[in-house]
């Protein structure tokens, strides 16, 4: 017979090495997938309002890079019997614009993309005529945001009152931040030497983050919503304007948001819905199995802004550009002296707009 | 004149008892075994000592056969054993001693290896050699005085050489209960994850996936009831509460045909009876579950009666993760089985068996479920003649789920649900070499209305409800199992299974030559009463045994089944609340073509068991969602399918050491699980209508089970996982809409997850207080701490727009659990 105490030890040396068999068999993920080059992006909006209408036209790059904006391709707009309305001119980097024109309530849109001898697209998307009313508000407040550890964070809010039909209706939002940054005031020629113009920059708050709000399913005529936060830091030392552009749009263009939102958000948890390609509207014209991602949606829409000054906020803010007579020029910070630095590939202007107004 | 009265009595013992010492120095297969090699440790398994016995005959002709007959009793009670199987050259004759623990075999002249088996009694075994009529009375002794050796099975350890059907793995709680798990709970479904041909999705999905078929594949039963929510805490645990588990049987080749309705495998939980003598009953204290056990007599030797109940109490374990939504989180679940016996007479006897669960999930403010479910059941067994018996059974069965959502903009729920009745009646007549099993089985499905509620008073949701289904499906069967000779074996049966969807319902007209879709409705037909849509088909059953020098055996087995209620799900994996499905005008019933093939040894008189089993199947009309699908509330379901066609096959191979100081298994499992959708409509075609693997496809999985029989019941033992990653759907490029960087998603289920790796173990013990009969069991599931991904996600790496694949681990870290049970009364 075989002692007790003779087995437990060899059990001991099995078990150890158990233990140790394990050390090699952990890995880092290590998963990148099989990159798709070429998929063809169309995107573009055309709203009710007086603004630059434009529309993207790209080429899908390696992961986890930019898309490639094509720029040689013709764009046009088409009406609801898909005649050609307007033409969009290229500006570069795969962007093209119309100015002047704009949707009509009620009103179906398409657009046409001739690239080579290919020809793509659009689905006739019809105008909605519904709107609601956007009252903003803000606030500062410490919070985790980015990390776990409480930063100082501005939220934008909506109270957004809903028409009382019962017709649905499907919103979306999307905030645009708008601050002004004055160039440090330096010698220089002329006398007086000139004021340096200061720079208004503009930027998307949160671009990743998509409000989206269905009011086909519930009674609510009236909801709060967060639509957008940000870090506090040194641009809301001046003037800082929030533009909330609502976009009414139609049920297809939602549920294609709604599927945008889905695939960004997706945390890879048990309950998520699995990931999928997101198809839109727009189709090969000649080979409709070609794959064309991206959507031209037509929206009615209402813009609202709200400002905010260093009055209302309640954290230190440090001026990195403050004159000080006896500094040398070449000390200040290259953002002190060129709104280009300071914008960092942001939209700026040195004008202000039209709307540039508060107390 | 009695048999027994013929039996010419031989000499006391006439040859010489001789003890023979037989050293195993087998190797365990696999891993433990080539560890135990390397450094050295021979002999470690036990003995097995054979009494040699010789009975002559003097004064008649030699014969060609003689008898050899005996009681077995207790060795130190001298109660009388029944049951006890007796093994002869390494087969189970199908000899058992009666009721007074008597026992007779006619047996060829010459030399025979005779061992008595009775689970938690050592075996006996004796080398004897038999030339003329002779009486060997035999004395077990319990297991608990055997401290070096332990035998495995409860059930015979040649089953798998003599069991007449491929792809049959049946196992005892006892056994169950050496299989390091999760909660230190033994758990059913964990100990089937480590066999060969069974899988998972990954900790935290509901169900298993057998031989490539999806969890919804699966006949889950106890006691024949069909159990449809069965586990806990999203999956990690079954609801079957191994305290009052008697045994599974797991059916993966071959279903017989009195099983059916689902078309990959059958899975049947025989729950224990109560003792009909004393009142006992025991209590358990453990870091994630409590439980109380308690049974006995109502009516001495007439009703006994079992109550069971498991109380989670994990709460405080999320209360200290980092995580603050963890923190947040709320875990609570709990089962209860009530199973009530009466015998009428020795023939004629009832069961009432009663199984409540509930489950609730609440993840931080953001969402959470709430489900339970009761299935309970009357069964009544009666043998007719001493040929004939029947077994009528009549059940009902609940499922309710809750899906809520407390932190949306709209605070809201969703319920719904189901209810079954079941009715089977099964025949058994046993005649020489043929048994004949006969009966047939009718289900009535009704599915709750489906409904989104407002959560809070203050939601401005509109309260939707949509109306569901409701089926009969019914099936007569029968099957005959014929054993023409000691080395053939055939089994044959056929089942004619119905279907019939019943009003009211609404069938939705869709435009022609365009997918079902939302948009393509024209128009509704609204039923009120009566027949929507029929389905049937004969579902064909057949098997075969070929044994050939009684170690060795081939087996296969072909099936077609029929499976007409489904789950619906477009979650990563099958989850608990996924919703049933029932067959309608639109999504037509899966139908499976399942063929298996295996070769069996066993080894060292049954001590080590081996198979390699191959596999192949292919199901029509296997369901799959379309992406993005919405499935909740909604009218028209088939709007969010499409159906296709499954394809799966493989090759298991198990090595099994059922006895000694070490006992366990080593199984390796190929298998590959494929589907196609078949839609005339390329748009809503999945990967453009290519094969692609499902979400289960592992196709290598390995899992080592060793025992270590330390003695006076101690057991330290582990389980050892691998698998290969499961597929998911990743990332292919990026794109920008609106400013939104936005990943575009390649084809579904096109790379994989790294591969599975966990290793468990556990230590049973005798408590801490010698008067007691308590038990200490701890366990450390995943001892390593492996991260093991569940699925992959993208996520922007700071603040660039690039996108950089994650991994999510469901559990990422050791998970110790402890628990002390004491039992009272014997």
């Not at chain 1, 500006?91 to 614009?97: I, L, T």
């Amino acid at each position: 017979m075989i002692k007790n105490h003779h087995i437990s030890i060899r059990f001991l040396l099995v078990f150890l090495l158990y233990l140790v068999l394990p050390v090699s068999c952990i890995d880092k993920l290590d998963f990148v997938g099989e990159t798709k080059e070429g998929q063809l992006v169309i995107y573009g909006l055309f709203t009710d309002i007086n603004e630059r209408q434009v529309v993207n036209v790209s080429q899908t790059t390696a992961t986890g890079l930019a898309p490639k904006g094509i720029p040689n391709a013709q764009v046009y707009l088409l009406n609801s019997r898909e005649e050609r309305v307007a033409r969009y001119n290229s500006v570069g980097n795969g962007d093209y614009e119309i100015f002047g024109i704009k949707a009509n309530e009620g009103e179906r849109y398409a657009i046409e993309v001739t690239l080579g001898d290919n020809l793509y697209r659009s689905k006739l998307e019809k105008v909605p005529e519904l709107q609601a009313e956007d009252q903003l508000s803000f606030d500062f407040v410490k919070e985790p945001f980015r990390t776990e550890a409480p930063e100082s964070v501005f939220t934008v809010y909506s109270e957004t009152m809903l028409p009382t039909t019962q017709d649905p209706i499907y919103l979306r939002w999307t905030v645009e931040e708008t601050y002004i940054w004055p160039l440090v005031y330096l010698p220089g020629t002329g006398f007086p030497p000139p004021v340096p113009p200061p720079c208004f920059i503009s930027d998307v708050i949160e671009p990743n983050r998509l409000n989206l709000f269905d009011g086909s399913g519930t009674s609510t005529r009236r909801t709060k919503l967060v639509l957008a936060k940000r870090k506090v830091d040194n641009s809301f030392l001046y003037p800082f304007f929030v533009s909330v552009k609502q976009l009414s749009i139609n049920r297809e263009a939602y549920e294609y948001w709604e599927k945008i939102k889905i695939v960004i958000n997706n945390q890879g948890s048990l309950f998520d819905i699995p990931p999928a390609p997101v198809f839109g509207n727009i189709a090969n014209v000649e080979d409709p199995n070609e794959t064309v991602l991206g959507y031209f949606e037509v929206a009615k829409t209402k813009v609202t802004r709200i400002y905010t000054t260093r009055a209302d906020v309640p954290f230190y803010l440090v001026d990195p550009c403050q004159f000080f007579p006896n500094k040398p020029d070449d000390s200040y910070a290259s953002e002190c002296k060129s709104c280009d630095a300071r914008a960092q590939g942001r939209r700026w202007t040195n004008n202000a707009p039209d709307w540039w107004k508060f107390d | 004149m009695s048999l027994k009265d013929q039996i010419f009595f031989s000499s006391q013992t006439v040859g010489k008892q001789r003890i023979k010492r037989n050293l195993n120095k087998v190797v365990f297969c696999g891993l433990t075994f080539l560890i135990l090699a390397a450094v050295g440790i021979p002999n470690l398994l036990a003995q097995t000592v054979f009494t040699e016995i010789r009975f002559e005959q003097q004064d008649f002709p030699k014969r060609a056969q003689y008898f050899l007959t005996g009681k077995v009793t207790h060795l130190e009670t001298n109660e009388n054993l029944a049951g006890v199987s007796v093994h002869i050259d390494g087969f189970f004759t199908g000899n058992n001693t009666d009721k007074n623990g008597q026992y007779i075999l006619s047996l060829d002249s010459g030399r025979h290896r005779i061992v008595f088996r009775q689970f938690g009694k050592r075996p006996v075994h004796y080398l004897v050699q038999l030339y003329g009529d002779g009486i060997l009375d035999v004395g077990l002794v319990n297991l608990d005085f055997e401290l070096e050796a332990f035998t495995v099975e409860a059930d015979e350890r040649d089953r798998n050489i003599r069991s007449p059907i491929t792809g049959v793995t049946k196992m005892d709680i006892n056994d169950i209960k050496l299989v390091p798990a999760f909660m230190g709970e033994p758990d059913v479904f964990n100990v089937l994850q480590s066999m060969p041909g069974v899988t998972s999705v990954g900790e935290g999905s509901a169900g298993m996936n057998i031989r490539g078929g999806q969890a919804d594949q699966n006949l889950i039963m106890m006691n024949e009831t069909i159990v449809l929510s069965n586990s806990h805490a999203l999956g990690f645990l079954s609801s079957f509460n191994g305290d009052a588990l008697q045994n599974f049987t797991l059916y993966k080749g071959a279903v017989p045909s009195y099983f059916g309705g689902r078309s990959s495998s059958a899975l049947n939980i025989e729950m224990r009876k109560g003792d009909k003598e004393t009142w006992k009953g025991s209590g358990s204290l453990g870091t994630a579950v409590n439980k109380l056990l308690i049974e006995g007599p109502i009516v001495p030797e007439k009703t006994s009666m079992i109550f069971a109940s498991r109380l989670s109490n994990a709460n405080w374990l999320l209360d200290r993760a980092n995580e603050v939504d963890v923190q947040n989180s709320k875990i609570n679940f709990h089962d209860i089985y009530l199973g009530i016996n009466h015998q009428f007479t020795e023939k004629n006897n009832l069961d009432f068996n009663l199984l409540n669960t509930g489950d609730f999930f609440r993840f931080s403010n953001q969402f959470g479920f709430d489900w339970n479910n009761l299935v309970g059941s009357l069964t009544s067994r009666n043998l007719l003649t001493d040929d004939l018996s029947l077994v009528g059974m009549v059940a009902y069965g609940s499922f309710n789920n809750t899906f809520f959502e407390p932190s949306e903009v709209d605070p809201s729920k969703i319920e719904n649900g189901l209810y079954y009745f079941q009715g089977k009646i099964t025949g058994l007549w046993t005649l020489d070499k043929v048994d004949i099993n006969f009966g047939a089985e009718a289900i009535q499905y009704q599915m709750r209305p489906e409904s989104l509620i407002a959560l809070t008073s203050e939601s401005g949701i509109l309260p939707e409800t949509i109306r569901k289904e409701r089926g009969m499906e019914y099936a007569p069967f029968i099957s005959a199992d014929w054993n023409p000779t000691e080395s053939l074996s055939f089994s044959g049966g056929i089942r004619y299974s119905n279907y019939i969807q019943q009003g009211p319902d609404s069938i939705f007209r869709y435009e022609e030559g365009v997918p079902n879709t939302r948009l393509s409705i024209i128009g509704v037909d609204f039923m009120e009463s009566g027949k929507v849509v029929r389905y049937n088909g004969f579902e064909p059953r057949f098997s075969f045994r070929w044994t050939f020098d009684k170690v060795n055996s081939i087996k296969g087995g072909y099936s077609v089944m029929n499976q007409y209620l489904q789950t619906i799900s477009n979650a990563t994996g099958p989850t608990p609340i996924d919703l049933w499905q029932l067959s309608t005008t639109y999504i037509k019933p899966q139908r499976s073509h399942n063929a298996s093939l295996g070769f069996f040894r066993n080894f060292k008189e049954d001590e080590w068991s081996t198979s390699l089993e191959g596999f192949y199947r292919t199901t029509a009309n296997q369901l799959e969602y379309r992406d993005f699908a919405d499935l909740f509330v909604n009218p028209h379901i088939e709007t969010e399918l499409i159906q296709g066609e499954g394809l799966a096959y493989g090759a298991e191979l198990l090595i099994q050491k059922n006895s000694g100081g070490i006992t366990g298994w080593l199984a390796y499992t190929f298998s590959r699980s494929l589907i196609r959708t078949t839609s005339e409509f390329p748009e809503i075609q999945v990967n453009q209508g290519n094969w692609f693997a499902t979400n289960f496809d592992k196709p290598h999985n390995i899992s080592l089970v060793t025992n270590f029989h330390i003695g006076r019941g101690r057991t330290f033992n582990t389980n050892v996982n691998f698998s290969s990653g499961r597929p998911v759907t990743g990332l292919s490029s990026n794109y920008v809409v609106g400013g939104i960087f936005v990943p575009n998603f390649g084809n579904r289920n096109e790379f994989r997850i790294p591969n599975y790796f966990r290793i468990d173990l556990s230590y049973l013990t005798n408590g801490f207080v010698r008067k007691w009969d308590d038990k200490i069991n701890f366990s450390v599931y995943n001892l390593t701490g492996r991260r093991n991904a569940y699925s992959v996600f993208f996520q922007r790496e700071g603040r660039t727009p690039r996108l950089v694949p994650y991994q999510i681990s469901i559990l990422g870290s050791a998970f110790p659990s402890f628990t002390y049970t004491v039992a009272f009364g014997k």
